[in-house]
């Protein structure tokens, strides 16, 4: 475990953290007057290694090599020139720091990049992080790495590695499909309702990219179910239907591979980043990765649990008949902003049929 501490005074500037992959949604802006949560897990912290955030340069601007050197191999609107490596924690894991009033502007409801790093050191005065709160952006605090220092906590309260894929299989941290959504402007304040989860759609929107890939110019089938609901409308009107389909299955833990699957949707780790492979037998199979807990829900479902009443307990095998969790109300929508993202780092995006996708996205 590690505190972030000041690089000018030495102050602590945050509480013990763990270090975790960078969640996919973590550049995702979701829907127009959107209260989205807290994008980090309290106790943890994760590393951005591409620049993001002002100052931005437009493509125009920019030449392509550079683009590529930098692992971007289709045009994008801009280009971050940004220092790389910014660390973003949760707003509740900060610790000795005050916000800048002359830099705490936004572009509508609430904090954002604007005006520059808007929090400094309560005891020296430096300029440390951002606090990002605005709508429809995930709350997090990034630290300005030039302004910070890592120091690991003492030996006795270390970290003892990240746990087995076994074993995050049975911790069990699944990620819901529909959640409650919370808006901005109503005149009697937040309203609610159901949707599709907003990381769900970042998450659709990381693996529809690597699909296309992986197709290589055929159309895809995904298992029947959720995973239908997520990507086969998308697939269907991406990719050709007069050629042989390419098949796509769930594999990880506790799922084996089937030995004729072409393309393989498989579980990043959470602490690590890496995608599970299968051990044996090797496969030669495209891997498309799925953040851990949507892909746990797709493998394995949680049914309709029933619940025990307030007072008493029911008969011996008696369940309570309750409705089932609501649904979203609309089709599910990969996010087009985390595809593009992910398409343009994919080397493969310089094929024309690619090309002609991205340039095509809004249609």
Same mark, same amino acid.
């Given at each position: 475990?590690?505190?972030?501490?000041c690089a000018?005074?030495?102050?602590?500037?945050t509480?013990?953290?763990?270090?975790?992959?960078?969640?996919?949604?973590a550049r995702?802006?979701?829907?127009?007057?959107?209260?989205?949560?807290v994008?980090?897990?309290s106790?943890?912290?994760a590393?951005?290694?591409e620049? @993001?955030?002002p100052?931005w340069?437009?493509?125009e601007e920019?030449?392509?090599?550079?683009a590529?050197a930098r692992?971007?191999?289709a045009?994008?609107?801009?280009?971050s020139?940004?220092?790389p490596?910014?660390?973003?924690?949760?707003?509740?894991?900060?610790r000795?720091?005050?916000?800048?009033?002359?830099?705490?502007?936004?572009?509508?409801?609430?904090?954002?990049?604007g005006?520059?790093?808007?929090?400094?050191?309560?005891?020296?005065g430096l300029?440390v992080?951002s606090?990002?709160?605005?709508?429809?952006?995930?709350q997090a605090? @990034?630290?300005?790495?030039?302004?910070?220092?890592?120091?690991?906590?003492?030996?006795?309260d270390?970290?003892n590695?990240p746990?087995?894929?076994?074993?995050?299989v049975?911790?069990?941290?699944?990620?819901?499909?529909?959640e409650?959504?919370?808006?901005?402007?109503?005149?009697?304040?937040?309203?609610?309702?159901?949707?599709?989860?907003?990381? @769900?759609?970042?998450?659709?929107?990381?693996a529809l990219?690597?699909?296309?890939v992986?197709s290589?110019g055929?159309?895809v089938?995904?298992?029947?179910g959720l995973a239908?609901?997520m990507?086969?409308?998308?697939?269907?009107?991406?990719?050709?239907?007069?050629?042989s389909? *390419?098949?796509?299955?769930l594999?990880g833990?506790?799922?084996r591979p089937?030995p004729?699957a072409?393309i393989l949707?498989?579980?990043?780790?959470?602490q690590?980043g890496?995608?599970?492979?299968?051990?044996?037998?090797?496969?030669?199979a495209?891997?498309?990765?799925?953040?851990f807990?949507? @892909?746990?829900?797709?493998?394995f479902?949680?049914?309709?649990?029933?619940v025990?009443?307030a007072?008493?307990i029911?008969?011996?095998?008696?369940?309570r008949?309750?409705?089932?969790?609501?649904?979203?109300?609309?089709?599910f929508?990969?996010?087009s902003?985390?595809?593009?993202d992910?398409?343009? *780092?994919?080397?493969?995006?310089?094929?024309?049929w690619?090309?002609?996708?991205?340039q095509?996205?809004t249609?």
């Amino acid at each position: 475990m590690f505190v972030f501490v000041c690089a000018g005074c030495g102050a602590e500037l945050t509480s013990p953290l763990s270090q975790v992959t960078l969640p996919i949604h973590a550049r995702q802006k979701y829907g127009n007057g959107i209260q989205l949560p807290v994008l980090m897990e309290s106790g943890t912290f994760a590393v951005d290694p591409e620049p @993001w955030g002002p100052p931005w340069r437009r493509w125009e601007e920019t030449n392509p090599k550079e683009a590529a050197a930098r692992g971007i191999y289709a045009p994008v609107h801009a280009l971050s020139d940004a220092v790389p490596d910014a660390i973003v924690i949760a707003p509740g894991d900060t610790r000795g720091t005050v916000l800048i009033p002359e830099n705490a502007g936004g572009y509508c409801c609430g904090l954002d990049w604007g005006d520059g790093p808007n929090m400094a050191c309560e005891a020296c005065g430096l300029p440390v992080a951002s606090r990002i709160d605005d709508c429809s952006l995930w709350q997090a605090v @990034w630290l300005d790495v030039d302004a910070v220092r890592r120091h690991p906590v003492d030996a006795a309260d270390a970290d003892n590695g990240p746990l087995s894929w076994p074993e995050l299989v049975a911790e069990g941290k699944v990620t819901p499909p529909v959640e409650p959504i919370a808006g901005w402007g109503s005149r009697m304040g937040s309203h609610y309702w159901w949707s599709w989860n907003p990381q @769900w759609e970042a998450a659709a929107g990381h693996a529809l990219a690597h699909l296309l890939v992986a197709s290589q110019g055929h159309p895809v089938t995904v298992p029947d179910g959720l995973a239908e609901e997520m990507f086969q409308r998308a697939l269907d009107t991406l990719l050709p239907a007069n050629a042989s389909p *390419r098949r796509a299955v769930l594999a990880g833990p506790d799922r084996r591979p089937a030995p004729d699957a072409d393309i393989l949707l498989v579980p990043i780790h959470p602490q690590t980043g890496e995608p599970w492979t299968p051990a044996d037998p090797p496969t030669s199979a495209y891997s498309v990765p799925l953040p851990f807990g949507v @892909w746990l829900w797709l493998a394995f479902p949680e049914p309709h649990l029933p619940v025990v009443p307030a007072s008493g307990i029911l008969p011996e095998g008696v369940l309570r008949d309750d409705p089932p969790a609501p649904r979203a109300h609309h089709l599910f929508r990969a996010d087009s902003g985390t595809f593009q993202d992910t398409l343009v *780092r994919l080397p493969a995006a310089r094929s024309p049929w690619l090309r002609e996708i991205l340039q095509n996205l809004t249609k």
